[in-house]
C-alpha cells in the first residue's frame, strides 16, 4: 500500500506564494516512481499542473514560469513551488504517485488566492 500525504495549502493574496509538499510511504521505490501535481477547481474536472519524468520535468502552460515541480528521493518526497499566485490558481491541489502501473492519489490541499 502507498500513502500520500500532501501539506503546505492555505490561503494567500494574489502575486503571493506558496510551497507544497507530497510526502510518500509505504511499499513504493520513490526514486523509480512518477511524481504529478494535478489540481480541481470547484466545478471543473482535475487537471494535470506539473509532472516529473526522472530528472525531466513538464508543466501547463498556465503555470510555466511561476510554478517548479521538484524532488527530493532521499526524503520520498516532492514538492510544488507556486509564485505569482493567481486567482485562477484557487483549487484543491493533489500528490499522484504513478508506480508499477498503479496511481495512487494524496487527500489533497486546498490553495486559495484572493485578496
Known amino acids: 500500500q502507498v500513502r500520500l500525504v500532501e501539506s503546505g495549502g492555505g490561503l494567500v493574496q494574489p502575486g503571493g506564494s506558496l510551497r507544497l509538499s507530497c510526502a510518500a510511504s509505504?511499499?513504493?521505490?520513490?526514486?523509480?516512481?512518477?511524481m504529478d501535481w494535478y489540481r480541481q477547481a470547484p466545478g471543473k474536472e482535475r487537471e494535470l499542473v506539473a509532472a516529473?519524468?526522472?530528472?525531466?520535468?513538464n508543466y501547463q502552460d498556465s503555470v510555466k514560469g511561476r510554478f517548479t515541480i521538484s524532488r527530493d528521493n532521499s526524503k520520498n518526497t516532492v514538492y510544488l513551488q507556486m509564485n505569482s499566485l493567481k486567482p485562477e490558481d484557487t483549487a484543491v491541489y493533489y500528490c499522484?504517485?504513478?508506480?508499477?502501473?498503479?496511481?495512487?492519489w494524496g487527500q489533497g490541499t486546498q490553495v486559495t488566492v484572493s485578496s
Open positions: 509505504g511499499t513504493i521505490i520513490f526514486s523509480m516512481a512518477n
Open positions: 499522484n504517485a504513478e508506480f508499477l502501473g498503479d496511481n495512487y
Open positions: 516529473t519524468r526522472g530528472s525531466n520535468t
